[in-house]
């Protein structure tokens, strides 16, 4: 089956950027999503199509997605990105998520 | 607006059956794909299941196949997921969600609150 793998954890500075990956066999193939969560809430999704942002998410955040890896990049961090964040595809007609990165920001 | 709410979790016996049942209001349940997406305590989003906007094709991941079973009442704005021969490893939170069936690779633009599912003993 299908699997993608994020680093368990990233730690960045409030106002640096932070950067989290998504590794999957050909996963430029294919679109990618992000979706943030923080304690105790449902998550959100930030990002779908590699690189669009859903009405409501701040500019920066941004995407991209080739060869292996998908990368979601956010731009001068903030305390309130803080969560866990997870990557999504679709393969062979069922989705399957990435295993969840927790972003510190300290 | 565009509401998920799940119902039917609570904790059950190893080997028994639940059913969940989501409620959609504020869209058409007719235009989208439904789907149960679930949570282990501590743990990440693992995909369950879903099923096309008319109920015609159904998709289950390989660890509840044959278990579970996805299915819906767009008349009543409802979609359920029946639970059987309940496991251990079935225990965590489980979300309703949804997908444009026009344009999947949106993502899943609206979940549920979720309802937690605890299987023992």
């Known amino acids: 089956s299908y699997e993608l793998t994020q680093p368990p954890s990233v730690s960045v500075s409030p106002g640096q950027t932070a950067s989290i990956t998504c590794s999957g066999d050909?996963?430029?193939?294919?679109?990618a999503c992000w979706y943030q969560q923080k304690p105790g809430q449902s998550p959100v999704v930030v990002m779908y199509?590699?690189?669009k942002r859903p009405s409501g998410i701040p500019e920066r955040f941004s995407g991209s997605n080739s060869g292996n890896t998908a990368t979601l990049t956010i731009s001068g961090t903030q305390a309130v990105d803080e969560a866990d964040y997870y990557c999504?595809?679709?393969?062979?007609?069922?989705?399957?998520f990435g295993g969840g990165t927790i972003l510190t920001v300290l | 607006q565009v509401q998920l709410v799940e119902s039917g979790g609570g904790v059950v016996q190893p080997g028994r059956s639940l059913r969940l049942s989501c409620a959609a209001s504020?869209?058409?349940?007719?235009?989208?794909?439904m789907h149960w997406v679930r949570q282990a305590p501590g743990k990440g989003l693992e995909w369950v299941t879903f099923?096309?906007?008319?109920?015609?094709?159904?998709y289950y991941a390989d660890s509840v196949r044959g278990r579970f079973t996805i299915s819906r009442d767009n008349s009543k704005n409802m979609v359920y997921l029946q639970m059987n021969s309940l496991r251990a490893e079935d225990t965590a939170v489980y979300y309703c969600?949804?997908?444009?069936?026009?344009?999947?690779?949106?993502?899943?633009?609206?979940w549920g609150q979720g309802t937690l599912v605890t299987v023992s003993s």
């Open positions: 504020g869209f058409s349940l007719s235009s989208c794909t």
């Open positions: 199509q590699d690189s």
């Open positions: 050909k996963l430029g193939d294919k679109y």
């Open positions: 999504q595809a679709w393969d062979s007609g069922t989705v399957v």
């Open positions: 099923i096309s906007y008319d109920g015609r094709n159904k």
């Open positions: 969600a949804r997908m444009d069936s026009g344009d999947p690779y949106r993502g899943f633009d609206y």
